[in-house]
């Protein structure tokens, strides 16, 4: 019966030193509890003061206009860093200095690590800020970017998307479009187009040559300033090549339209003057006469050179999609400033 006695004592006097060690605790609790208060009343604090100071910015008031994205991510950041700020006080205050080396350190690990897994993630983020801070391009712009081409869509934090001329939609990383060459043709109104013909040797380069700027004078859609132009491309053995140029406003008519009219304005007013590009030439000698003479009605008209709009119904439905990740401003940013 003694053995149990032994066995017990230890028993009890470990309860009792656990116990002890738990009041002690307690007291010490108490004893920091004012502290603790305070500790938790200072992160209430510093999160309330995050949240008006984001909210009363000024500046803020001018970039929501431009970029309401941009804006939200300054006020997201100014709560995080004073809510942080307001945390290592109150562990300051509470004497836990070593622990707050400790977080930072293994935020600093954490953050290393999810840097390497998600690069191109972060990449892409980062890019897309960037491109919505300089604008490059605005909804709608006609752009190539590389070797892809379309109208812009949308940016938004991963991607920038285009749509193409057949319809399709076409995404692109955010750091990809930041690091290529970006062409953007809707930037300047005024827009040029060029296109080559062919004559004979025995034609006088200078008669054709005036002829064809006539002909593009008189092209509806085609500005006069910069006038249109024309030059020699090239001479070889079957005759000369002559390169015209005309310029169209962007915001009146289409380029694919107006290149096309002046083109068949041109080649008109070439064949009334009897010159004809070299193989069309030799057809003549043998074919009869009559199948040079003018068409009923293929010259008499003008072709519609009006801007076409056949894509942007499409446009402005997909961008209505975006609109709640759209990093760009609704209206392109003045060249003037």
Known sequence: MIAPTHAAAPFSERFLDALTQVQEKLLLLLAKAPLLLIAILIVLVAIWFGGVLSRRMRVLRRISQR??????????????????????????????????????????????????????????YVAGVLLSLRQPFAPGDSVRIDTYEGSVISLNSRTTILMTSEGNHLQLPNSFVFKSI????????????????????????????????????DTEGVIADPAPNGLVASLDNDGASLRFTGWIDQTRNDLSRTRSEAMRRVRRALRKTGIVPPEARSRVVLMRTETLAELPGDYGRSRDTSVDHALDDQIDRARLKEDGGNLLEATPPDPKG
């Open 182 to 217: 970006l062409l953007n043709f809707s930037h300047n109104p005024k827009r040029r187009f060029e296109f080559t013909t062919m004559v004979g040797h025995e034609v006088s380069l200078h008669t054709a040559l005036d002829i064809g700027i006539a002909a593009i004078i």
């Open 67 to 124: 970029n309401p994205y941009l804006e939200g991510l300054i006020r997201t950041t100014v709560k995080v860093v004073i809510g942080l700020a307001g945390v290592l006080v109150a562990l300051d205050l509470l004497g836990a200095s070593s622990l707050v080396g400790a977080v930072l350190g293994s935020a600093g690990v954490i953050g290393l690590v999810l840097g390497f897994a998600f690069k191109d993630i972060a990449e892409n």
